[in-house]
């Protein structure tokens, strides 16, 4: 009896992988090279940190971050007004049969960075976490024989 296939909960393809990477860097290029006619987004300087693609990569969302973290829904706003622009750039670049409608939302990766430096640095979880002093496993009992 044939087996059924893994379902789609386990993560994304390594061909949904492997296009957001592409995604991501064409993006970060044509940021950099200011190559959008929008002298407003092209003053800008927008990190493109991760871009993750539905299972049938016609919706890529892009998390992205201006520099300095200052003035977030501008450049979103920016980019969603320039989104057709660089839906073209990215379809030229990837070799797909359409190009994925793009969508913009705030990276928050460093947030939770921040939030899980707080946390380690919290007393009471650094306690929790230590790991006991002798280094010993006191079930295990004396190994050398002089018991």
Do not use: W
Not at 12 to 35: K, M, N, Y
Not at 58 to 65: G, P, Q, R, S
């Amino acid at each position: 009896m044939a087996q059924n296939r893994t379902p789609r909960s386990e993560g994304p393809s390594q061909r949904q992988l492997r296009v957001a990477e592409l995604i991501r860097r064409t993006l970060s290029d044509v940021l950099a090279r200011a190559g959008v006619h929008d002298p407003e987004l092209n003053r800008m300087s927008i990190t493109v940190g991760e871009v993750r693609l539905s299972p049938d990569l016609k919706i890529a969302t892009a998390y992205v971050m201006p520099l300095g973290g200052q003035d977030v829904q501008v450049a979103i706003d920016a980019l969603a007004r320039n989104r057709g622009e660089l839906r073209r750039i990215v379809g030229r670049a990837v070799a797909l049969k359409f190009a994925p409608d793009l969508r913009f939302r705030p990276d928050e990766t460093f947030d939770r960075l921040d939030e899980t430096r707080r946390l380690f640095a919290d007393e009471v979880v650094r306690r929790d976490i230590a790991a006991p002093e002798d280094g010993g496993d006191p079930a295990e009992g004396d190994r050398d024989g002089d018991a």
